[in-house]
């Protein structure tokens, strides 16, 4: 990451607020909107959903756009950005409000409203790398292959169904044979995936092929413009030391697999590739 610039209080900023903190922690919403007016011209805008929230990011002229949000609005603004090519061109500032701040935190924004909106008057701006895959989507953290299996969901019955439900599976399961499936269903309903075989290639080398089974890929980027890729493959025995390698494009293929980038899962896809941009977009960061 590198410093850029840092800004003036005289700076005319497009606070846009998401509509998901605002019904999470309407509190510190309001503290940051305070803390961001006494520190310079602001315009306030409350998008009610992602196509009026497009169009605001679109729309915001010379102000600096400033994100009220979670993990998840700060994804949603990168990948708008991308697509409309303004991403390099476009300094981002961010408030974390919101339950998914872990990305936000990982990328050094504090999780505080009062420092955070402090460090959008007060920060620099420092240019982050970025993944870009084949299909135009971002990431900005991290992904993981396979994906994380969702939370459980609670069923609306209340816990007696959710017994009944669990009793019936496990009959199901004792009266038929399992079946030879990279994915399994566990006691709660959830999916629970197994080793993949993935042919993983960094800049055109092979670090895994599909006869060795792997439980997990994690890529991201790092601050070199390069690629940390990590494959853990299946123990036997005793446990297995993870492969690592560095690079700017990754591609990952084989059997239809699902992938978690940064907080969203994508897929199944059998091929897809992943590729470093340099400082490719700008955050706002305490100086």
Do not use: N
């Not at 953290?141 to 939370?151: K, N, T, Y």
């Not at 009944?164 to 399961?173: D, G, N, Y």
């Not at 060795?212 to 690629?227: D, I």
């Not at 239809?256 to 994508?266: E, G, K, Q």
């Amino acid at each position: 990451m590198a410093e850029v610039a840092t800004f003036a209080t005289s700076d005319q900023l497009l606070v846009v607020i998401d509509p998901v903190a605002r019904r999470t922690d309407g509190e510190s919403v309001r503290i940051a909107k305070d803390v961001l007016s006494a520190g310079a011209a602001t315009k306030v805008c409350m998008p009610e959903g992602p196509e009026e929230f497009a169009r605001v990011l679109a729309r915001r002229g010379s102000r600096r756009p400033v994100l009220v949000g979670d993990d998840r609005a700060l994804m949603r603004t990168v990948s708008l950005l991308h697509r409309q090519r303004e991403l390099a061109g476009c300094a981002l500032s961010m408030v974390p409000v919101g339950g998914a701040l872990s990305l936000a935190g990982a990328l050094g924004v504090p999780t505080g409203a009062v420092a955070a909106a402090r460090a959008v008057l007060d920060g620099v701006v420092r240019r982050m790398d970025l993944l870009v895959d084949d299909s135009d989507g971002v990431v900005l953290g991290a992904l993981r292959i396979p994906s994380l299996p969702s939370p459980a969901v609670p069923s609306p019955a209340g816990s007696g169904h959710a017994s009944w439900l669990r009793t019936c599976q496990s009959l199901v399961r004792t009266l038929v044979p399992a079946r030879p499936s990279r994915e399994r269903e566990s006691l709660d309903g959830v999916p629970r995936f197994g080793p993949a075989r993935l042919r993983v290639e960094v800049d055109g080398v092979t670090l895994v092929d599909l006869d060795q089974p792997v439980e997990t890929v994690s890529v991201r980027p790092s601050a070199s413009g390069l690629a940390e890729v990590e494959v853990r493959p299946v123990s036997v025995g005793a446990e297995a030391s993870p492969l690592c390698a560095r690079g700017r494009s990754v591609t990952v293929s084989g059997a239809d697999f699902r992938y978690r980038a940064d907080a969203v899962v994508a897929g199944p896809v059998r091929t897809r590739t992943w590729v470093v941009r340099e400082g490719a977009w700008g955050l706002t960061l305490p100086g």
